[in-house]
């Protein structure tokens, strides 16, 4: 098992990483303080995880909340069921929610816990690639509202992040390619060693290869851990980990939530990420071939859907969180390994980056 | 004008008491960052004041949210009108949300401000005495939820707080008694001095004479920001701003939002705690007749009401936020302006106080 330290004050918390952790009840139940558990999973994950959890929490007071899978369920309604379970089983300040399951899971199960009673503690144990290399690391909560997505959450750090890899063994390969965009992307951003060693392991990675998998998730979680110990609520550098992500949350919102993964939207949205950077002669034509390269090689689109037009980009970018004063901000490329967010982009080169979008 | 501070280290923010505030464009302006803004009012307070509010923003773009008035209304559907607003106008997150109006309107407007996009500024305008010496003060935010009061909520901090006492001159007098009855909550809980003030000079006070009643809010905010700057998440000793509260918000769920205020509720809870420790032994019978006698001449109950059985209370206290592992805590005296929790109190005096009420 590895460990990694989130570094934020009286706010840090450990990363735990390793097989089999889902069967340690130690971990587990050193982070909670009271005898009262709320396990919220969805209907995918519970016939596969929620035994081997339960068995771990005997003696516990357990409350299950099982949730519909996906993220058109990532709203009020759904996090409405998780308030009503922990009050009706009379969950007091001292109580436990554990996340069992992926992003969704995490960013709802959060944001509860950030409310109920004003704030109990939480543990997320992500199920899939995609939540372990990002949204269980570094405090984002949320649902989506129906103008855009994750507009309404919370700042919030969990008590502990337990990453179990054979979790993984479960996942359909869309979802494991969809793992890889986040994974990618901190090559990207941080880390051209990292993209190269991924260049290199592509094929293996995708075939769950154990060693190799375990130190790509941990290399994950170490870059974000040190973006986030940075700037934990977003003021500047926390930024670039949204690469390719004003891109994507369009095409995710744009397809409804759940039909393209966010780790597909992410994959094209990079792309244009690259594509822009290298209109603006920040990158060169090889690096963004190179690019494109390794994120079709994980299996995932390098192109936004066919029936989006620039005039639905340009709309769905509007409502970005990263919008300041009306003025859009991009995270671009200054070379792989190297990113920065800027509003000091060519209106010229964006309009020709969204129009590679057969509009 | 008064200036106190709230110290809270980067959260520390500053509290304005004085006469014609609404109409000082520089102190409000002065606690924003962005040139958006989305002033949150009720339709009792919005002819009153909103007008004032506008001129003195001339030059920002501003948003205007009117809720439906009263308590009845401080739930997630109404929440949802202050969001729907902020992404129509495409609010960013350098915009800051003005509360104005009641602690109705103070903890929505709070707490929308913690969740949109994760959190963005507000600034406290709170236009009812109740508000002005407690919920505006202290960063507590919520919504109700139908098994409890303020169960989904946030601590979440304000820029500045505006108290323009010139806003009394508009309210019930009924709500100038429920006011009242948290300012005599202070005397009891923390300073002797001060109820030995308030006895002297209630009907000065009910008849808002201006420089009592500015004295009053400016001693009852002191008090406030001294007990939450001491325990900001309420891990302890904040707990004794809750004097009569844990029976109050089960008078207050009994007979439905809004039915009793705030102030009438926690009136009658007071007493029912200083019945408590009187049972106890802690205070003399003299005391509680002395306490319950300025309950009564500040216009507010003294008793709960009928139609509320022993078995009501229990079940109703039972979701209060100060459970914890099952174990009921209540803030009782030790003396007149000494308040302690605990969960240290004899069953039969509980049940013998709870039969005051005529069940």
């Given at each position: 098992?590895?460990c990694?330290?989130v ?7 450990p ?5 089999g ?13 009271g ?7 969805d209907?995918?994950?519970?016939p ?11 003696g ?11 993220e058109?369920?990532k709203?009020?309604a759904?996090?409405?069921q998780?308030?009503?379970?922990l009050l009706n ?14 992003g969704?899971?995490?960013d709802m ?5 950030a ?7 939480f543990i997320?144990?992500p ?11 570094g405090?984002k909560t ?5 103008a855009?997505?994750?507009m ?6 969990p008590q502990a992040?337990?990453?179990d890899?054979d ?7 869309r979802?494991i390619s969809?793992?890889l ?8 951003i ?7 060693w ?13 060693q ?17 110990a940075?700037?934990e609520?977003e003021?500047?550098v926390?930024?670039?980990l949204?690469l390719?992500?004003t ?7 744009h397809?409804g939530?759940g ?26 034509s090889?690096?963004?071939a ?5 994120v079709?090689?994980?299996?995932l689109?390098v192109m936004?859907?066919?029936n989006?037009?620039?005039t639905?980009?340009r709309?769905l970018m509007?409502?970005?969180?990263k919008?300041?004063d009306?003025?859009?901000?991009l995270v671009l490329l200054?070379?792989?390994?190297d990113?920065t967010?800027t ?7 964006l309009?020709?980056?969204l ?5």
């Amino acid at each position: 098992m590895q460990c990694l330290n989130v570094d934020l004050g009286d706010r840090s918390y450990p990363i735990y990483i390793g097989s089999g952790l889902f069967d340690s009840s130690d971990l587990l139940v050193s982070h909670m303080k009271g005898r009262q558990v709320c396990i919220v999973t969805d209907d995918t994950v519970a016939p596969l995880y929620l035994g081997n959890l339960e068995r771990v929490l005997q003696g516990f007071k357990v409350t299950k909340v099982i949730l519909p899978t996906g993220e058109a369920f990532k709203n009020w309604a759904t996090l409405q069921q998780i308030f009503d379970a922990l009050l009706n089983d009379r969950h007091d300040r001292r109580t436990t929610l554990i996340a069992l399951g992926g992003g969704v899971i995490g960013d709802m199960t959060g944001f509860a816990a950030a409310c109920y009673q004003r704030g109990v503690d939480f543990i997320q144990i992500p199920t899939t690639l995609l939540s372990q290399v990002d949204s269980s690391v570094g405090g984002k909560t949320g649902i989506n509202h129906p103008a855009g997505k994750n507009m309404i959450g919370a700042f919030y750090q969990p008590q502990a992040v337990l990453i179990d890899t054979d979790s993984l063994k479960t996942l359909p390969e869309r979802e494991i390619s969809a793992g890889l965009a986040e994974i990618i992307k901190y090559g990207f951003i941080r880390d051209a060693q990292f993209l190269a060693w991924l260049e290199s392991n592509m094929p293996a990675l995708r075939a769950l290869d154990s060693q190799l998998i375990t130190e790509a998730i941990q290399r994950s979680c170490a870059i974000k851990a040190e973006v986030v110990a940075a700037d934990e609520r977003e003021g500047g550098v926390r930024a670039i980990l949204n690469l390719g992500h004003t891109f994507g949350h369009a095409i995710e919102t744009h397809q409804g939530y759940g039909n393209w993964l966010h780790g597909e939207a992410v994959g094209a949205g990079m792309v244009m990420a690259l594509d822009l950077s290298a209109r603006m002669g920040w990158i060169s034509s090889e690096d963004l071939a190179r690019g494109t390269s390794v994120v079709a090689s994980a299996g995932l689109p390098v192109m936004p859907p066919e029936n989006m037009s620039q005039t639905d980009f340009r709309r769905l970018m509007a409502v970005d969180k990263k919008v300041l004063d009306g003025q859009l901000r991009l995270v671009l490329l200054r070379a792989l390994g190297d990113a920065t967010v800027t509003t000091d982009f060519d209106a010229d080169a964006l309009s020709g980056c969204l129009a590679m979008s057969p509009a």
